[in-house]
């Protein structure tokens, strides 16, 4: 099973109704040996900006893709081994061996899957202070807008134009105190600025606490991921069509200005100075875009890799237990389960498949004697030196 990233989805609102996805199955071998064929690999489209997790029984996570590119691939699960007839077992003292390799079933994962919005420029500040007004002035976005706190509850994207070239600015919901720890839902918030370059900073210019919200938000970013609060921020003082804002612009301007940030007054109920603060974000993604690339180098270009779960190489371990020994070996455990032991044909086939996979001397090595009982897997015998 795949998860592919692609720029067509925009939500992961599929999982929500349907949580257990699996690939079909291969076909069964024919006569003349014939191979069976493979079932066709099942490909999900997701949001760029998807990460995939891992979610074990013990709780802990790993994050085991970032699909932040368009066109990103993971294989989550890989198909069964399939098992091979008795034509494969055939030699020249058994020619007509009557047992044939069962297939194995494929990999059955719980994952977890996250969704961090791709956007160059990330809007934050307290609630109503006029981000979502800003977003829809500047782009075709149309969140919902009101004079209330916490009327946008999930973050919204809008594409900005800038003559023949477009950024991305996402409106993410008002930040309060505690939206580090998941107040206010912040935790949902907070992440989808992660992957921002640049953040727009908005203030309520005609408020008395602009300073005093500056620094509160910005401590949220630091508690939530240091590097946040260090990201380059553009500060934004809004509602400059207030008598009270237009007021005391020159006053935030000078005391952030000393503080080395960029300062821009703006009216986004009037647009005005809208067209300013554009310019600037735009300035300042190519500057933050050279400054990632740096002089001189060129970003290589070719395929997009595909990301697979690595199985670690294996050699058998055998230990002892007090019942008699256990083998501790993936692709043993497999063979058994693939062969009927049941079957004196296939019980020899396995027992010189063990020796030549170095199970016997391995056994040997523990203490393991013929007659002791060796545990592989699922099954049980009484161990037969060959």
């Not at 004196?344 to 498949?353: G, K, S, T, V, Y």
Request: aromatic share 4%; with cysteine.
């Amino acid at each position: 099973m795949v998860l592919l990233a692609d720029p067509n989805e925009n939500t992961l609102g599929r999982f929500r109704h349907r949580k257990r996805y699996q690939a079909e199955m291969g076909g069964r071998g024919g006569r003349q040996r014939r191979h069976g064929a493979n079932g066709s690999a099942l490909e999900i489209p997701v949001p760029v900006g998807t990460m995939v997790f891992t979610t074990p029984a013990d709780g802990s996570e790993e994050l085991i893709a970032d699909l932040d590119r368009p066109g990103a691939r993971v294989v989550v699960a890989r198909g069964g081994l399939g098992g091979r007839g008795n034509a494969r077992y055939a030699t020249s003292t058994m020619q007509a061996p009557d047992f044939a390799e069962r297939g194995l079933p494929g990999d059955e994962r719980t994952l977890r899957l996250e969704l961090r919005l791709m956007a160059d420029v990330g809007l934050v500040g307290k609630p109503s202070v006029g981000k979502s007004s800003l977003l829809a002035r500047v782009s075709a976005a149309r969140p919902k807008i009101g004079d209330y706190p916490f009327t946008t509850l999930e973050p919204n994207l809008g594409v900005v134009e800038v003559g023949y070239d477009a950024f991305v600015l996402a409106d993410i919901p008002g930040l309060i105190e505690g939206a580090h720890r998941g107040t206010g839902l912040g935790l949902l918030f907070l992440r989808h600025i992660q992957r921002t370059r640049v953040l727009c900073h908005v203030l309520d210019g005609s408020g008395q606490e602009a300073e005093g919200d500056f620094r509160e938000v910005n401590d949220e970013l630091r508690e939530f991921d240091a590097g946040l609060a260090a990201r380059p921020q553009i500060v934004v003082v809004n509602k400059l069509d207030l008598p009270e804002a237009a007021a005391r612009f020159s006053e935030l301007a000078a005391r952030f200005g000393a503080l080395g940030y960029e300062v821009y007054g703006i009216s986004a109920a009037t647009g005005a100075g809208v067209r300013e603060l554009v310019l600037a974000l735009h300035r300042r993604l190519q500057e933050e875009e050279k400054a990632a690339v740096g002089p001189g180098r060129v970003e290589p270009e070719g395929e997009l890799p595909v990301l697979r779960p690595v199985r670690a190489e294996e050699r058998p371990r055998v230990r002892r237990e007090d019942s008699g020994f256990v083998v501790e070996y993936r692709r043993a455990e497999d063979l058994t389960r693939m062969l009927d032991v049941g079957n004196p044909m296939a019980r020899e086939a396995l027992l010189r498949r063990l020796k030549r996979m170095g199970v016997h001397a391995a056994v040997r090595r523990a203490g393991g004697r013929p007659g002791d009982r060796v545990r592989i897997g699922d099954l049980e015998l009484e161990w037969e030196d060959m």
